[in-house]
């Protein structure tokens, strides 16, 4: 036996239960869009900054490599002679740091300091020349 068309179901007719049950996955549907919405824009606005930073980053580099340049034709150089000790390090540190001082930003010349003075205690430890 067939169940009426005109059969209630939860106090709905058939029909009436076919479009709330649409209208259920409509609005599921509806929250879907509306939460990828947001994810898309949360990453339209990371890549925009991170186009913004690049852009940044690549004038910022160019002006770098320009003064390195300039620094470099300018005929700079300085040498200096150590003796081969362990005061050699903290010489060449102290030095680097007189020349450095005003050529270059603080973070820079300390990172410089530091490879200065592992190159220059490596190269005494490893040499294995006689001390001057």
Do not use: W
Request: net charge negative; hydrophobic share 45%.
């Amino acid at each position: 036996m067939r169940p009426e068309p005109t059969a209630m179901t939860d106090g709905l007719t058939p029909f009436a239960a076919q479009c709330a049950l649409a209208l259920s996955e409509v609005d599921e549907l509806r929250g879907t869009c509306q939460r990828q919405e947001r994810v898309i824009d949360t990453l339209t606005a990371a890549v925009t900054r991170l186009r913004r930073e690049h852009t940044a980053l690549k004038a910022e580099t160019a002006a770098l490599r320009a003064d390195n340049e300039r620094l470099r034709d300018a005929g700079e150089h300085v040498e200096v002679r150590l003796p081969l000790d362990a005061l050699a390090p903290g010489g060449a540190r102290v030095l680097a740091a007189q020349y450095l001082r005003d050529r270059v930003a603080a973070p820079v010349l300390d990172s410089a300091l530091l490879l200065l003075s592992e190159l220059v205690t490596n190269s005494v430890r490893h040499s294995h020349a006689p001390a001057a």
